[in-house]
């Protein structure tokens, strides 16, 4: 007995599927393309969570946390622009990893020059203020960021009051013999620059008393320096009637 012969499908059945077929291209194909939608930055857990997560390895769990933190702006299928992110969720997360880890400069470098380098003054004063509330914990170790928070102020939010008290804060605790002339005499400019001769020539002088500076060249430096001020101050007092 043969095996009865397949028959074709029906020509409507045939057009009916393709039919189908088409409807269901063109339906795809008008829909708008989906869309990856950036998730928020959770707040920071509570720093005693952490620190019984850390398994007694702090500083590990701190490295992780900064780098959990510091690839948010990049989610899968989305690039966050800093300026979108929750500032004071930032800080709150760089505060814990920088309990972890005393020790660790990354969430101050990060504060400085990633995060204080965003076109919103509010969030860069966020990230300065923050820089500036954790230096006193360490002065000698952590005042470059401190130094450059003093920079940011000055030169792109143009707020040399608070550059000025960022200096002094170099001035009067990063003491240590590692710290550079350039950054106890930081003031001094910001002084200058804010026309305040007699302030300039104040901490000039303080710094010279203050037996902190042993280097020949940077004496010489501060006395040229105190020299000028004086002939600036005499150049003006002849310009007058």
Not at 68 to 95: E, F, M, N, T
């Amino acid at each position: 007995m043969q095996p009865s012969a397949i028959r074709p499908a029906p020509r409507s059945v045939l057009l009916a599927v393709l039919l189908a077929l088409m409807v269901q291209i063109g339906w795809q194909a008008s829909r708008p393309p989906a869309r990856a939608r950036a998730q928020d930055l959770p707040p920071a857990p509570a720093l005693a969570t952490l620190r019984l997560a850390a398994l007694g390895d702090p500083v590990a769990l701190s490295k992780a946390a900064m780098l959990y933190v510091q690839g948010y702006d990049d989610q899968a299928g989305i690039s966050i622009a800093w300026r979108d992110l929750d500032y004071s969720k930032v800080a709150a997360w760089l505060q814990r990893v920088l309990d972890l880890d005393p020790r660790g400069q990354y969430p101050l470098l990060a504060a400085s020059e990633v995060y204080g380098a965003v076109t919103d003054p509010a969030r860069a004063r966020r990230m300065l203020d923050f820089v500036y509330a954790n230096y006193l914990e360490d002065p000698d170790r952590r005042w470059p960021w401190l130094a450059h928070a003093a920079l940011v102020a000055r030169h792109r939010l143009h707020d040399l009051p608070l550059a000025r008290r960022y200096a002094e804060a170099i001035r009067l605790h990063a003491t240590g013999p590692g710290v550079p002339a350039w950054a106890r005499e930081l003031e001094i400019f910001i002084a200058e620059d804010m026309n305040e001769r007699d302030a300039a020539r104040a901490l000039i002088g303080g710094l010279l008393r203050s037996g902190q500076i042993t280097d020949p060249h940077e004496l010489q430096f501060l006395s040229d320096r105190l020299d000028r001020l004086d002939r600036s101050d005499r150049s003006d007092r002849l310009k007058q009637p």
